[in-house]
């Protein structure tokens, strides 16, 4: 659905994207991560037709996106910045959109009333910034969008309006195959709702997987031994994080369960546990490998 060739954009000497490839399928919940500056809203802005690429190609469904009205109108872009015109109120704004937006579901908006229960007269922009935000969702829902593209889009919304957007998002993604493209700190949040990840450093995609594959590829191994940590232990494997604290040995490891296990078990460690990752583990420590890791902090 989402076909991203060899993306470059430059601001001056900064290169916010470097040959970026990227694909998204149909149907998906795709969830894009990374450290801020990393280039995710760059690449949203591309995906939405706001910046024009310096090099490659971005198509939706097979066409260009850049200056294709056609193609915007079944796109609902939410930036993390929003922008309402500042003396238009939420009636007013979506007779606008249903002007705008072909595919506008004037029935859908009127029972989204229900949901998310903010008089329609009320001026947006006077509006709180959580509030502004469930009115982007309810007008961009009732688009009927094709691709929806959120940037932190939950930030500012309480934890039961999150559970009713995503329910709404989710129930789209099911019945209409929906496709959509989520950039957000709030990985906990990711974990329950993408289908696949990909994490953005420096302006180049590190990794790209489905979650589950993502998920059982990575291993954290709790290990303790009578004595000293045996040298060179799974020094066969790509050891993502090392931690050793007297006998006792915590490893992030990425390969396949089986064979990292069978490795382990030959230094006889008088305890050997698999632990569960988290994706903001998995996060942390994949960046760690290209020098983003934690760091201890003195002052």
């Not at 995503?166 to 709030?186: C, G, K, P, Y």
Request: net charge negative; charged share 25%.
């Amino acid at each position: 659905m989402i076909d991203v060739k060899n993306l470059s954009k430059t601001f001056g000497r900064f290169q916010a994207l470097a040959n970026l490839n990227l694909q998204v399928k149909e149907g998906s919940v795709y969830g894009l991560l990374g450290p801020n500056g990393a280039g995710k809203t760059t690449l949203i802005k591309h995906l939405a037709g706001v910046y024009r690429p310096d090099g490659g190609t971005i198509t939706i469904g097979g066409q260009p996106v850049y200056e294709n009205p056609q193609l915007k109108a079944r796109i609902a872009y939410i930036p993390d910045d929003l922008f309402f015109f500042s003396q238009a109120n939420i009636e007013e704004t979506a007779k606008f959109y249903s002007r705008l937006y072909p595919a506008w579901d004037e029935e859908r908006y009127q029972r989204l009333k229900q949901v998310f229960a903010i008089d329609p007269r009320r001026r947006i922009t006077r509006l709180s910034k959580g509030m502004q935000k469930q009115v982007a969702f309810w007008l961009g829902i009732c688009l009927l969008p094709q691709v929806m593209l959120l940037d932190e889009p939950v930030d500012g919304l309480d934890p039961v309006m999150r559970k009713k957007v995503w329910s709404l998002i989710l129930q789209d993604v099911a019945e209409r195959q929906t496709t959509v493209l989520v950039s957000s700190h709030n990985l906990r949040e990711l974990e329950d709702v993408c289908d696949h990840v990909g994490i953005l450093h420096n302006g180049e995609l590190l990794l790209e997987k489905d979650l589950d594959g993502l998920m059982t590829d990575i291993h954290k191994l709790q290990l303790a031994f009578s004595g000293e940590v045996p040298a060179g232990l799974l020094s066969g494997e790509t050891v993502l994080h090392r931690e050793q604290n007297g006998s006792v040995l915590l490893l992030i490891v990425r390969g396949e369960r089986e064979k990292v296990l069978a490795q382990a078990q030959k230094a006889n460690p008088l305890i050997l546990d698999l632990l569960p990752l988290t994706l903001e583990e998995i996060f942390i420590y994949e960046l760690g490998g290209v020098g983003y890791d934690c760091q201890n902090i003195l002052i």
